[in-house]
């Protein structure tokens, strides 16, 4: 079956600009988790989705937000882009559950300038 | 709050070397473990788990016991390939609705012919 989809793979935006990432799961998944990967920082927990619903959030600022379908398709938003932001950023899906596998996708590399 | 440390790298081994990666967390509740490896390029790549105390995780020649004594989950191969040669990442889940990982900073590991 398809893996985690991600689009786009990479993007440049300037300072200031908001910039939105998809994530379509494997097909059955219902749940969506975000992170961001820096060299710095490693990988950091953004938010998780589950049936539309946000069940969980990390330690980003409000100009970092994201949303699910009903298809379980999500996006993420980063408005008011930052150089700091530059990073890639991964989606994964999985069953959830204790012990759940996530699936991760291969990642939007974003470049701000 | 929950944590993972590993070893730091860079790891350079040669090929048919013994490989270690350390791993230990720290968890306010009963975590799932993981190792997740990521190729150049590439998103996260599920390599094997361990989801209570004693269970030994294990594929592709690698393997990771879970000891709950001492909170470890080291990540071992008898015999590395060039093949091997990846960043490897040490995460825990903790059951419950929600799903979050939290990962360790990564091991950059290359293996020379």
């Known amino acids: 079956k398809a893996g985690v989809t991600q689009t786009p793979r990479y993007l440049i935006k300037t300072r200031g600009q908001q910039v939105t990432l998809s994530c379509s799961p494997i097909?059955?998944?219902?749940?969506v988790s975000w992170y961001q990967q820096t060299p710095g920082q490693g990988l950091q927990f953004l938010f998780e989705?589950?049936?539309?619903?946000?069940?969980n959030k990390g330690n980003f600022p409000g100009r970092f937000s994201g949303r699910q379908f009903s298809n379980s398709r999500s996006e993420m938003n980063v408005s008011t882009l930052e150089l700091g932001d530059s990073a890639l950023y991964l989606c994964?899906?999985?069953?959830?559950?204790?012990?759940?596998?996530?699936?991760f996708g291969q990642g939007t590399r974003l470049t701000v300038v | 709050g929950d944590s993972v440390t590993q070893m730091e790298g860079p790891v350079t081994l040669s090929e048919e070397a013994f490989l270690t990666i350390n791993c230990t967390y720290t968890a306010t509740g009963y975590p799932s473990l993981f190792w997740y490896v990521q190729y150049p390029g590439e998103g996260l790549q599920l390599l094997l788990k361990a989801t209570k105390a004693d269970d030994k995780g294990s594929n592709k020649g690698f393997e990771a016991t879970y000891r709950k004594e001492t909170t470890s989950f080291h990540l071992e191969k008898g015999s590395v390939q060039v093949s091997d040669s990846a960043v490897y990442f040490c995460?825990?889940?903790?059951?419950?609705?929600?799903?979050?990982?939290?990962f360790g900073k990564g091991t950059l590991l290359t293996v020379n012919p």
């Open positions: 994964a899906s999985s069953l959830a559950g204790p012990g759940a596998e996530a699936f």
């Open positions: 989705y589950f049936s539309e619903t946000q069940r």
């Open positions: 995460a825990l889940s903790i059951g419950g609705s929600n799903y979050k990982l939290t």
């Open positions: 097909s059955g998944h219902r749940s």
